[in-house]
C-alpha cells in the first residue's frame, strides 16, 4: 500500500522563523511531489511541484527532495501568521496522488 | 482561467437517501479526481475520469459511483446513504501533461448524513 507519512503537528514557530515540513513516501516508483495548503474550512491549495532531486525555490518556499531516502521537505522562510494552515504532502501515482495527512502549523505573531 | 467550481457547496441528507455531486473542471483539463476528506482519515481518493472512463479507483464501496462527460463535467453519486458518509467531497483537475499530474482543487461540497 502505498503511504505518504507526515508528522501531524501542530509546529509552532514565531513569526519570521523558518518552518520546516518533512514528509516521507513509501512508492519508490513516486516522480512527482506536490505540497498543498489548505487553511481551515477550506480546500487545498497547491502551492509547490519538485520532480528532480535537489532544491526548488519559490519566493518564501522550497521544496527539497532526496529520493534515495524518499524523503520530500518544505521550508518555509520568514513565516508569517498568514501561513498557519496545515500542509498537505502528496506523491504521484499513475494519474493518482496519494497525500498524508497534514502537519498543522502555527505561526505566531 | 476560471477555477474548480462544485455543486452545490453544502448538502444535508439522510441516512438511506442518495446523493450527486457535481464538478466542472478548469477548461482544457480532461482529468477529474474526486476525494473524501474526514479529520481522522485524511484525503482518500475515490476515483479519477478522464476522457469519460474511469482510469483510477480507491478503496471504496460500490455506494460510491461517478461518471464524466463529454466536456469533462464529472459527477458523483452515493447510494444509500451512511453516517460515515458525512465528510467534505473534493474534486481536482488536472491537465495530465506527461507525466506531470498537478491537481488543482475545487471548493469542495460538505456532506452531512444525519
Known amino acids: 500500500q502505498k503511504e505518504v507519512e507526515q508528522n501531524s503537528g501542530p509546529l509552532s514557530v514565531p513569526e519570521g522563523a523558518i518552518a520546516s515540513l518533512n514528509c516521507t513516501y513509501s512508492?519508490?516508483?513516486?516522480?512527482?511531489f506536490f505540497w498543498y495548503r489548505q487553511y481551515s474550512g477550506k480546500s487545498p491549495e497547491l502551492i509547490m511541484s519538485i520532480y528532480s532531486n535537489g532544491d526548488k525555490e519559490d519566493g518564501r518556499f522550497t521544496a527539497q527532495l532526496n529520493k534515495a531516502s524518499q524523503y520530500v521537505s518544505l521550508l518555509i522562510r520568514d513565516s508569517q501568521p498568514s501561513d498557519s494552515a496545515t500542509y498537505l504532502c502528496?506523491?504521484?501515482?499513475?494519474?493518482?496522488?496519494?497525500f498524508g495527512k497534514g502537519t498543522m502549523l502555527l505561526v505566531s505573531p | 482561467k476560471a477555477g474548480v467550481t462544485q455543486t452545490p457547496r453544502y448538502l444535508i441528507k439522510t441516512r438511506g437517501q442518495q446523493v450527486t455531486l457535481s464538478c466542472s473542471p478548469i477548461s482544457g483539463h480532461r482529468s477529474v479526481s474526486w476525494y473524501q476528506q474526514t479529520p481522522g482519515q485524511g484525503l482518500q481518493f475515490l476515483f479519477e475520469?478522464?476522457?469519460?472512463?474511469?482510469?483510477n479507483k480507491g478503496n471504496f464501496p460500490g455506494r460510491f459511483s461517478g461518471r464524466q462527460f463529454s466536456n469533462s463535467r464529472s459527477e458523483m453519486n452515493v447510494s444509500t446513504l451512511e453516517l460515515g458518509d458525512s465528510a467534505l467531497y473534493l474534486c481536482?483537475?488536472?491537465?495530465?501533461?506527461?507525466?506531470?499530474?498537478?491537481?488543482?482543487f475545487g471548493p469542495g461540497t460538505r456532506l452531512t448524513v444525519t
Open positions: 512508492d519508490r516508483g513516486s516522480q512527482s
Open positions: 475520469y478522464f476522457s469519460e472512463t474511469q482510469r
Open positions: 502528496a506523491a504521484s501515482g499513475y494519474s493518482t496522488l496519494t
Open positions: 481536482a483537475s488536472s491537465s495530465t501533461t506527461g507525466q506531470v499530474y498537478e491537481q488543482y
